[in-house]
């Protein structure tokens, strides 16, 4: 498997959209379109800057957090500069693909959120099988992954006649940070290479829509903090009535284990006596049959 190396010439890693030309892959920057046309089916939640969507609230994974900031984080996301409005052009032109390998084109996206991401890719000559999947959160410097939600898939891959048109489509980046990737599999193919031309565009939201997306994340945020503290507080006056009960409960069972302890020693001192007390009527019984078998040695016996 191969990363083409898109940005960053000293490595194969994901590549950022604010680096340099390589030789196999330009970029280009220039003023953001805020007018541009957002894709159809998201345009409605774009264009309404306080509909709260479901991008906007936080994962279970982010209210389960021990960490505080790791909701805070979600909702502050990047701090928002001039140059993160800027669209970036990402093209590659007649890329190898070698027969059973796979081009892997990683696209980190740090912000800002509702960016609108449109690709074109071309194999030539023959099919590819290619597919997109956007890879939510990133890595700390130990390599775990920090802020983690579940990744989505965009285009599932498959294999595709890029060889006779081109495969076009556009999709919105909710969640940020995140790694948009592109991934050209060949490794269906025993003998031939494919050569791939692609390019993508990120389209940042204006400066108005990233604020207006911030604030909905907080609000959201806020009605599910306060929605489980609601929760949670019910449950904790549940539980600690629950607890009460069992504690009082135990303490009965404690009364009782304590009288049944009593009453146990008694028992066992009289089962003591008892015990003793049939031991010596054994003896006295014994006692008693022999002189009255044999007779006392005091009788005389008259003739």
């Known amino acids: 498997m191969k990363k083409d190396e898109v940005d960053q010439p000293q490595s194969a890693a994901a590549v950022e959209k604010d680096e340099k030309e390589t030789d196999t892959t330009e970029q280009t920057n220039g003023s953001a379109d805020h007018d541009q046309q957002k894709p159809e089916a998201e345009s409605e939640e774009i264009n309404d800057p306080n509909e709260i969507t479901s991008a906007d609230?936080?994962?279970?994974?982010?209210?389960?957090?021990?960490n505080p900031q790791t909701l805070i984080s979600f909702v502050d996301s990047n701090k928002l500069q001039?140059?993160?409005?800027?669209?970036?052009v990402y093209?590659?032109?007649?890329?190898p693909v070698p027969a059973g390998d796979v081009l892997e084109i990683p696209i980190i996206i740090r912000g800002p959120s509702n960016s609108v991401v449109e690709y074109t890719v071309e194999s030539s000559y023959l099919d590819i099988s290619f597919g997109i999947v956007v890879?939510?959160?990133?890595?700390?410097?130990?390599?775990?992954?920090?802020?983690?939600?579940?990744?989505?898939t965009i285009f599932e891959r498959k294999r595709v006649d890029a060889h006779l048109s081109p495969i076009t489509g556009q999709f919105l980046i909710r969640t940020v940070p995140c790694t948009v990737l592109f991934t050209f599999d060949n490794t269906y193919s025993f003998v031939r290479s494919k050569e791939v031309t692609y390019r993508i565009t990120?389209?940042?939201p204006s400066m108005e829509e990233a604020l207006a997306s911030r604030r909905r994340r907080a609000k959201a945020s806020l009605?599910?903090?306060q929605e489980d503290a609601k929760s949670a507080e019910s449950r904790l006056i549940s539980v600690i009535s629950q607890r009460q009960e069992l504690e009082a409960e135990i303490e009965k069972l404690q009364k009782l284990v304590m009288d049944k302890s009593k009453s146990k020693l008694v028992a066992e001192k009289e089962e003591g006596w008892l015990k003793k007390r049939l031991e010596m009527r054994e003896v006295q019984e014994e006692m008693l049959n022999v002189r009255l078998e044999n007779g006392w040695e005091d009788e005389v016996c008259e003739i």
Do not use: H, W
């Open 82 to 88: 001039r140059s993160d409005f800027s669209e970036s």
């Open 202 to 204: 990120i389209t940042p």
């Open 223 to 225: 009605e599910a903090v």
């Open 135 to 152: 890879l939510n959160g990133e890595s700390n410097a130990d390599g775990d992954d920090v802020d983690k939600s579940e990744d989505m």
């Open 91 to 95: 093209q590659g032109r007649a890329l």
């Open 57 to 66: 609230r936080p994962s279970a994974t982010m209210l389960n957090s021990s």
